[in-house]
């Protein structure tokens, strides 16, 4: 169990906690930004100023399965790094593709998108899909020997 914070720290956590929100809900909608990180810190602060909240956020359809699979597992689904990575090309290679935007304004979305790229990337893998990955590699692996 975790212990609550007090005081002056306990609306600081609150303020991170929306902010951390509001970033990953951004997210959501703009692909250049990462959502995950953003939501599993918002679960951080979250739980340290309101289990009962924390809890909600954890069954919430939209983020509460990422936020579980990092909990109990210690990472993120492999589909759910696939689906970042096609929002991020779909979203991004169509703005850049499809906009009349300057090309400096298009280098700093392609920066921004390689960013949350990269950042999606480095996120390990769930424990019990990462068990399956290293699964399916063996017997690929003896398939060629």
């Keep these: ?11 600081l956590y609150w303020m ?15 692909p250049g930004i990462p959502t995950t990180p953003f939501l599993l810190l918002m679960g951080y602060f979250l739980l340290r100023v309101s289990p009962s ?21 210690g990472g993120v689904r492999p589909n759910v790094k696939r689906l970042a990575y096609t929002m991020v090309a779909v979203l991004v290679g169509s703005t ?7 090309l400096s304004l298009k280098a700093v ?21 990462l068990a399956r990955i290293e699964t399916e590699l063996k017997t690929v692996r003896s398939t060629f020997k």
């Design 16 to 30: 991170l906690a929306f902010l951390f929100f509001a970033l990953g809900m951004i997210g959501v909608v703009l």
């Design 96 to 102: 850049l593709v499809f906009s009349n935007l300057p």
């Design 53 to 73: 909240l924390h809890a909600k956020a954890m069954a919430w359809p939209v983020v509460g399965g990422p936020l579980r699979d990092w909990r109990d597992q």
């Design 1 to 11: 169990m975790v212990e609550p914070v007090r005081g002056v720290k306990r609306i």
């Design 109 to 129: 979305i392609l920066g921004a998108a390689l960013f949350g790229v990269s950042v999606v990337a480095r996120l390990p893998v769930a424990r019990d899909d």
